[in-house]
């Protein structure tokens, strides 16, 4: 833990020097740690005893009733006394130290108090003060005080939950079991730490349904609400959702008491671990149930459960864990028939379905077409059929479903997709055993790397290399494709982007500005103030990373990283190297246009472009954040310039009909600018379309004078006279 001082905790010690003041939470809270500053800020560490009340000789010495005499005799001015760890005391000695405490106050001395919730034999006495759980909870600042940068950025404090503002879990090692063990070793009634322990390997979910497999009553919620704020239980929700402890670290502390758990819950520990898994099956956290078995189970009710929701692991793509639990047994230990689990008929007629599905349009003729439309339409039915009954898909079926709707967005059939639930479910599913391959890849990478490390620091002429040591090489990200024109379009690879993150404004317009900015560094305060210019700055601060926090959530690959958001000392970036847009589209568009020339038949693949990816606005309905605006006007002042420059020189290159297509688009963009109109004007000129440059010409002149008050320019009016010279002469 660290020392980061608390003077809003000292000054409320302060309030009430001539009490008792007990700081009662479990280990871990920073009871010690606030005494400890007391001493140092009111008593400069002079006058101050500190009685260690874990030792026997605490015991002893309160049995004599001799510790205010040894105190006074030691120093016979006021001091303060801190009593720490207190352990449970029964009515003889609860009255002995009260005693002890009244003696101490009336000699005109303060007294400190640190004990766990069980110890507090106090808890019903009136004066005295009472510093509990929640008041040791860290605040904001204190949260971000041992936080990385790169961690503020992910997820601001103010969104920080409740049950991971434990001294011990903000400033002490995420991964350190020590926390856990202090909680294991706290002396409990045997009800209360089976509730804990339960609580602690479901996670999360609704009391109701913990309250299935151990015993929690009102009493005891209330005292996991009020003390136990790690565990995250709500009354009034009826839910509870605890620090994400790690099942490992959950076992290596409570495994030691883990048969005294199960009887509490009036079952073996056996059958109390089956309990867990099932209800985390139950709740769709499949992978949590396989940790919960490894780490708790023993062997044979390991293969028990294994054999038994062996299908119910596959159909939840639970691979990974499932095989890290198979391997962990031993084979002697199951018999043939729960290795080979039968495999139905369908399932493997759904996976060959997929793989057809997939290999769809390698091949030519009307034969492939037509064998294609018959396993479509065989896994459109029977896997619509299987969702509707059931409301959730296997592994086979989902992973038919995704080959379907890939070969349908692929248009190579021409067929009613699926349900949009249906679709839905497949792809989560896939999705999550796209993660599960890439931690394999991963775990077998870094196993290369040991590998190799081993045999560059051990070298051995004689070993036998089993299998190859090259390092494979490592998945590239996805590209990320972010389009601004028109509707915000945002895909990851070829999935596009659902997150509801997107449908904020702020978010949206961070992810635009750093798009427009092409992978430069761009400073975070500069982005915060042209996002919340009326705001001051802390708030903007931290507005700035609640919204890149989002931002990061929204574009992370479905193994939770992030590689396309980049966060520097300073400023913020996007990596360019990762990143395909409609932006740098339009930047390929305009200098093709304004510096190239026109080959042979024109530009007309460059007009498709322009009017298929730019035909609307940037954002056109992101409107109020004046730095958007600017950019959007300067995107479509770029453009116009481009599609005049192009019409000019068609006009030159003897090609006065795609010179007239470029005029137009220009002023379909801007009818407010009158080199605009003049492009316009001289390519009708050129086609011949004297009317209509007269139609402009006089469409222009109302505009120049209404609006800005001025007459045409030279330019404007002597194209004006060329087309009247022209009538006069015919």
Known sequence: MRAYPRPALVAKLLRERNVARFMVAPSGFGKSTLALEYAETVFAFDHVFWIDCASPCFLRDLDARGIVDGLVEVDDQSFLAVFEDVPPLDSLRAELFGAVLDDLLDRGCEVLITCTPAADVFADQIDRMLVGAGDLLLSDEEVDFARLPSDIAEISAHDVARCRRVAALAWGESDSPAFLELAASEELPADVMAA?????????????????????DDEVAEL???????????????????????????????????????????????????????????????????EVMRC????????????????????????????????????????????????????????????????????????AVQLAERVAAAVARDVSRA?????????????????????????????????????????????????????????????????????????????????????????????????????????????????????????????????????????????????????????????????????????????????????????????????????????????????????RGGWGHLFARVEDSFADELLPGDDGCDVIDGLREDCKNRLVDALVAASGKLLDSGDPREGLWFARAALSRDDSREDVYVALMRAQIASLQRTAALQTYFACRRYLADDLGIDPSAETMRLYRSIIEVEERV
């Open 196 to 216: 804990l322990f339960a609580l602690l390997c479901l996670g999360s979910g609704s009391l109701s349904d913990a309250r299935r497999i151990v015993r929690i």
């Open 296 to 367: 708790l189970a023993s062997a044979h009710v390991r293969c028990t459960w294994l054999a038994s929701q062996s299908r119910r692991l596959r159909d939840a793509a639970c691979l990974l864990n499932a095989r890290t639990l198979y391997v962990s047994l031993d084979s002697r230990q199951l018999d043939a028939q729960q290795h080979l689990e039968g495999a139905e008929l369908a399932e493997g007629a759904l996976l060959c379905a997929a793989k057809l599905l997939d290999d769809a349009g390698g091949s030519e003729g009307l034969l």
């Open 387 to 599: 969702f509707a009954a059931t409301g959730s898909l296997t592994l086979a079926q989902a992973l038919a479903a995704c080959s379907f709707s890939r070969v349908l967005e692929r248009g190579y059939l021409d067929m009613p997709g699926l349900d949009p639930r249906c679709a839905m479910a497949a792809n989560r599913l896939e999705r999550a055993l796209s993660m599960q391959r890439m931690e394999c890849e991963r775990a077998r990478a870094r196993k290369l790397r040991s590998r190799a490390s081993f045999e560059s620091t051990h070298p051995d002429a004689f070993r036998k290399v089993a299998w190859g040591t090259a390092m494979p090489a490592m998945p590239a990200p996805p590209r990320l494709t972010v389009n601004l024109f028109g509707r915000l379009e945002v895909k990851v690879g070829d999935v596009a982007v659902e997150s509801g993150h997107l449908s904020r404004q702020k978010v949206r317009s961070l992810l635009a500005l750093l798009v427009l900015n092409r992978g430069r560094d761009v400073s975070r305060d500069r982005l915060a103030a042209q996002l919340w210019p009326e705001s001051s700055a802390s708030c903007r601060r931290k507005n700035f990373y609640a919204t890149w926090s989002q931002l990061r959530s929204a574009l992370s690959t479905p193994d939770g990283d992030c590689p396309y958001l980049i966060r520097h000392q300073n400023g913020v970036c996007i990596e360019a190297r990762l990143l395909a847009s409609d932006v740098l589209e339009l930047e390929e568009v305009c200098r093709a246009l304004l510096f190239n020339r026109p080959g």
């Open 224 to 290: 996991l609400e009020r003390s136990y704020v790690y565990v995250g239980v709500d009354r009034v929700r009826g839910t509870f959702c605890a620090a994400p402890f790690g099942v490992p670290q959950i076992a290596q502390a409570f495994s030691d008491r883990l048969a005294n758990l199960g009887a509490s819950a009036h079952e073996d520990a056996g059958a109390f671990v089956l309990r867990l898994a099932e209800a985390l099956m139950d709740a769709g956290r499949c992978a949590r149930a396989c």
